[in-house]
């Protein structure tokens, strides 16, 4: 099957069914059907018949969801693009993946858009949610894809500086949805919040996994997320899909409360470690949820593993709620630094949703491992351990860092931070929820932070800016990020 097929056979049997709910604005499946069938024939229209893939470029509104299943209905591959992020980032994911075309959201900034087509030439076809959502399809979109061709692109941080390009074909994300929606069934009923940018895999997840079962998605704001209590209720929230350092913010505000989220019955939690304190303090404002906590890289198409939290084990599980067992179709292996078998190392994995490599292939020896034995497998870098509820997360092998969910690569923001400031060295650490540079000399640019957002998305950028004499380094000449991670600490 491909992706939007998925949307398809839900869209059959509910189509009077609301599909998604903006404020006081719904759309019912059929009227979902007709605007992406709609402006999919507007981007044939408007482009040559041999276009690549087809970007949207839109927040977490209408436009974003609907031009998604719009740009698959093309049979081309989707490439979300991030309203909060710098016209050069967008316009650098345009390029890298060959985009020609993209449905963009008629409240987006104008000048955001024209810096992007500066950046890179690309047809723009405006959409607004609220035209023609009532009208049939103006007739048939390319379509076509064959379930071995890429679904969509999404961009992680690179190692090398650059960020790299994740193809995620149709069959992949049929195999998630399979072993998903077996997990986690849904119905008409339900609704689901809908948390993620388009941007983060988990996006696309929570929307194909709520459309796929007839069931609604509840866009929240980052401001909404702050109140999940109240969100929920004016919603009728069943469903609950975020990072885990949601839990930690509704707290600090105050509006995470013994039972102040009794209509959710199913919470999933990815993008960052989920404490063991902040699932208790989910389970007592949720007495009626199921909890789980999910695993999965880009590469393995949204998540991959699973584990459902039982209070009876909270004293067992330890600082960290396991990651538990692999979906069907996923073969996970834990090896030590010489690639033999282990209870404590780097977590291989493998199967039916991992991708075929990255656009640029160069990257690809860097995470594949393969040999005749065992066959190949995608190492994740990450430092796991196995025990008595499958696996546990304990960290990273390497530098990346997670900030907001999000895969960060120091290098990639170091380089950046070079060019933009003109530094010798730049060093970058996290610290507690945001990042550190430590750079040498003492930039020229009076204002670096405010220079820096305008290259690099929201969560890439330091929230603090150190300047030091020189780069301390290791007795192999390394950076010592371990002491910039100590001096970080001792900020005031």
Known sequence: MRLEDWFDSAAHTHRNAPALIEGDRSWTFGEVDALATNWAVRVDRATDSGMGPVAVLAG???VGYIGALAALRTGAALVPLN???????????????GTAAAIVDAETAPDLVEEIRRLHDVTVVRA?????????????SRGGARPSDTAYVLFT??????PKGVPVSHANVSAFLSAATRRYPLTSRDRLVQAYDMTFDLGLASLFLAWSQGCPIVPASLFALANPAKFVTRHDITVWASVPSVIELAGAAGHLTPGCLPTLRLSMFCGEALTTDAALKWAMAAPCSRIENTYGPTELTMFCTAHTWRPEDADAYGPTVPIGVPFDGIETRVVDTTGHSTETGELLLRGAQMFDGYLDSSNDARVFTSDEEAGRWYRTGDLVTNGPFGLTHLGRIDDQLQVGGYRVEPAEVERIIRTTLGVDLAVVVKHGKALVAFVTPKPADERPLISLTAALPPYMCPKRIVVVDDVRRNGNGKIDRGHYRLRAAALA
């Open 60 to 62: 977490r509104s209408a």
């Open 83 to 97: 309203p909060s992020f710098p016209a050069i980032r967008n316009a650098a994911v345009l390029a890298a993946t």
């Open 128 to 140: 607004d949610a609220e035209e023609q959502r009532c009208a049939p399809p103006a007739g048939p």
């Open 157 to 162: 941080s690179g190692s090398t500086g650059k």
